[in-house]
């Protein structure tokens, strides 16, 4: 299953924020996309993503895998400060304040070039 709907991209998204598990199906609408091959969760940039792949990565090799799939997910949203403090700190706080303060520094001194963030820069 590789071209999605419109409908079914917006179940994808959704899909992002579920407690998805390595080996595990991932369904929309009651259809399989593939399985969770891999979760990444890096404390460090806050990167959290889902590898999914066409077969079940318990049986399949990599030489056969024809279709990945990658979920990121989303910050993690204010309402769960009660239950996800450290989650959205990370995601909001530590990840906004380096950007912020360059946002800061460009009124100070116009059209100077900034170090990307450390979330950038892990991409990089």
Do not use: C, H
């Not at 079914?8 to 598990?21: F, H, M, P, T, W």
């Not at 079940?56 to 993690?76: A, D, R, W």
């Amino acid at each position: 299953m590789t071209n999605f709907t419109d409908e079914q991209r917006v179940e994808i998204s959704k899909a992002e924020y579920n407690d998805l598990k390595t080996n595990k199906k991932v369904k929309i609408n009651g259809g399989t996309i593939g399985y969770v091959s891999k979760v990444v969760n890096d404390k460090k940039t806050g990167e959290q993503a889902f590898i999914v792949t066409d077969g079940n990565p318990k049986v399949q090799k990599q030489s056969e895998v024809n279709n990945v799939t990658v979920l990121y997910q989303g910050s993690t949203s204010p309402e769960k400060i009660g239950s996800q403090a450290g989650e959205l700190k990370r995601n909001w706080w530590d990840k906004n304040k380096q950007i912020i303060n360059n946002i800061e520094k460009s009124f100070k001194k116009l059209n100077t070039l900034f170090d990307p963030s450390e979330q950038i820069a892990s991409m990089l």
